[in-house]
């Protein structure tokens, strides 16, 4: 069974940082990307980012370019994401996600935050 | 880059069907995209990939209730003989040059 568990949300003041993580378990995690998917507060879901199988690839959306960084260790079935410069914007439940061609076995999310 | 666009709610009769649309934006008609449910306070679940001639797949569970269809920039989702576990936030999404979008989502609500 494809499990993703996500930790590492909680309260973080403006300007500060958080590093999540997500462990996999019941597949291959070497051969998959990955993916971070967010939902604000009320709203609907937006693409973070997203990792190839080995890491060389990674894609942003836009909003935290310079400010997010995703990474993963395969030895340890793990996906990462250090989120610096935090800003309440960012506010959100953030989800792991597995890619085969599409999002296909989702976390259930850990909450994150940004308050003073 | 592609825009998906989604009714903002809807409603249908336990025991009936409803059909759910996302639409393409100009240029982007042909694109593939794929259907996720999101029931209240839970992650949001793989439904089905859904491809321009109307061909889909599901994802691993999804009741055969589910199906896919399209037409033009339009894709469907269709459930038949609602439930009330069906009462849920549909969301379709997209890519395009290494950047993934998805549409604002349906909320749809059993009568």
């Known amino acids: 069974e494809v499990q993703l568990v996500e930790s590492g949300g909680g309260l973080v003041q403006p300007g500060g940082s958080l590093r999540l993580s997500c462990a996999a378990s019941?597949?291959?995690?070497?051969?998959?990307?990955m993916s971070w998917v967010r939902q604000a507060p009320g709203k609907g879901l937006e693409w973070v980012a997203n990792?190839?199988?080995?890491?060389?690839?990674?894609y942003y959306v836009d909003s935290v370019k310079g400010r997010f960084t995703i990474s993963r260790d395969n030895a340890k079935n793990s996906l990462y994401l250090q989120m610096n410069s935090l800003r309440a914007e960012d506010t959100a439940v953030y989800y792991c996600?597995?890619?085969?061609?599409?999002?296909?076995?989702w976390g259930q999310g850990t909450l994150v935050t940004v308050s003073s | 880059q592609p825009v998906l666009t989604q009714s903002s709610s809807a409603s249908a009769s336990l025991g009936s069907s409803v059909q759910l649309t996302c639409t393409l934006s100009?240029?982007?008609?042909?694109?593939?995209i794929a259907w996720h449910q999101q029931q209240p306070g839970k992650a949001p679940r793989y439904l089905m990939k859904l491809e321009g001639s109307g061909s889909y797949n599901k994802g691993s569970g999804v009741p055969d209730r589910f199906s896919g269809s399209s037409s033009g920039a339009d894709r469907y989702l269709t459930i038949s003989n609602l439930q009330s576990e069906d009462e849920a936030d549909y969301y379709c999404e997209t890519w395009d040059s290494n950047t993934w979008v998805f549409g604002g989502g349906t909320k749809l609500t059993v009568l």
């Open positions: 990792i190839k199988q080995d890491g060389s690839e990674k």
């Open positions: 019941g597949f291959t995690f070497s051969g998959y990307w």
């Open positions: 100009s240029g982007h008609s042909s694109y593939i």
């Open positions: 996600a597995r890619e085969d061609a599409w999002r296909d076995y």
